[in-house]
């Protein structure tokens, strides 16, 4: 069922980013970077599951990684975003 | 406490709106609301995982959030536009290091029984996910240009020992994967694979740079995918995958645009060049000019192309352009840009630095469209840009860029070409187009000279 999931995905993936143009190749980039931060959920369940003192740590840990991940990525890609936008 | 189902529809929810927000960004219209989309399929996630029935305490997450927010979004709001390669390049690999934790902690907590699908799931984190956070690691330090990185470490073997590493990672995968309650192979895997990810990037020079950012970006999003599969979770896997896809499409756009195969580039296959003794020979009939003399052409220029190289980053010349660009279109000249899709350090670097300045983006033209247009352009100037317009790409075979696409800046009644020198450029060959008889070498930094140049202008 996974593997069905990943392979739809990753078909999905190329139907829709085909034909993007370069001037949106560094936000697409920074964006979809931002999104591979989903990580985060795997992180959040491992650090709160309180099993051992090194899986608290470890997930701690991914929690920090992931998110700087995402509130960056996000940020980064707006601000790139914010810049296309204004047209003079 | 909500129920498990709930959760699930929430993830639903949250990997529909990453499809949609991925397919916004893929035009300028809709690119915007197509972050602030992705943004919120994240929130979603993160808020329903808060009510996974697994967890049960709350501290450690809350301050991860708090730490890890405060550090991405300060690094977001302070990085200059010129150093967002870099930026990317350290967030891609955050990804993947989260990956390889995540894996870890799961093993410890769950080990999954042996031979499998989850197994070799977690393996699989650890390898791509140390790959990629190395990886990026040594990639952020070649384009912040630290000095023990600006050359690649030369030692002898270099794709052997590739291969060596990558047999070793996976061999120890297969021991993990036949007994998962050992979790030492884990970190074995973990540690060659980080190795591996150094000595894969380590050859791979400025040029090919684009290529690794948009690679490793893939990477990260399998890292992803791959702990989706160990969590048995579909919005990793979804979202990861989308990634991963729009990663290889990009890499697959930067090898095109250098007639390189992926294979070279991944392991660092460089040809050396035989050229580069000729360059005296090249360069004897190389003419200079000054400010002056070349803002004489633009007294009667109808239409003028820049093309724009990493040298207009370094040299942070892009406002300075925009001035040349308000008040050569001022004057009722045509003003195009020339976009090489590897100009620069990623993907659409130039891109990004023309629209700082409010360049409008149907002035950027891509590799055909302006080559469509070259013959009929008064005036080119070419700013810190080499190996994207080197004509050898076309006329020598046996050149290391052979086959390259360029920028047919020659075929323009007048080149102008500003570079601080005739050194070459990443691939480290000459440029005839620097001695054509229709070039005139503007030596100055980028910026100073195209200061210089808008002040000559309105002189003249």
Redesign the interface.
Known sequence: M?LT??VL??F???E?????????????????????????????????????T???I??????????????????????????????? | MIPESVIVLA?LLASVL??L???G????RT??R???T??L??LI??LA??F?S?????H??I???I???V???V???K?R?TA?PQ??AL??G??G???V??A???L??TPPPPVS?IAIATFASAIIGAVTFWGSLLAFAKLQEYKAFREPIRYPLLQPINAVLGILALGASVLGVLDPSAPGWYWVVVALSSVLGLTLVNPIGGADMPVV??LL?SY??L???A?????????????????????I??TN?MCKAMNRSMFNVLFGVLQEGEQAAKADEVYRTVKSATAEEIAMLFDTARRVVIVPGYGMAVAQAQHAVRDLYHLLESRGIEVLFG?H?VAGR????M??LL??V?I??DK?K?LDEINAILNETDVAIVLGANDVVNPLAKTDPKSPIAGMPIIEVDKAKTVVVIKRSLSPGFANIPNPLFAAPNTLMFFADGKRAVLDLVAAIKES
């Open positions: 996974a999931i990943f995905a990753i999905v993936g190329f829709i980013i085909t034909k993007v143009p370069p001037t949106l190749h560094t936000p697409l980039m920074s964006g979809s970077n931002a999104i591979s931060g989903i990580t985060i959920v795997g992180a959040i369940i491992a650090a709160g599951a309180g099993h051992s090194l899986a608290t470890l997930g701690t840990l991914a929690v920090i990684l992931a998110t700087i991940n995402v509130v960056g990525g996000f940020l980064v890609t707006d601000r790139m975003l914010q810049m296309f936008k204004r047209k003079s | 993830y990453f499809i927000g991925i397919k960004l893929t035009h300028p690119a915007v197509g972050n602030l992705g943004a399929g994240m996630a993160v995982t808060l996974h697994g967890i049960i305490e709350y450690w997450i301050l991860g959030l730490v890890g927010s550090m991405g979004a690094l977001a709001l990085v536009m967002m930026m990317v967030l891609n955050f990804g290091a989260a990956s934790l995540v870890a902690a799961e410890i907590r699908d950012i948009a970006n990260s999003g890292a992803a995918a702990t989706g599969f160990v969590l048995g979770n579909a919005v990793l896997i979804i979202s990861g995958s989308l990634v991963g896809a729009s990663g499409i990009l756009i976009i899709p990623m993907p659409g670097h891109n990004v629209a700082e409010e409008p983006y950027l891509e």
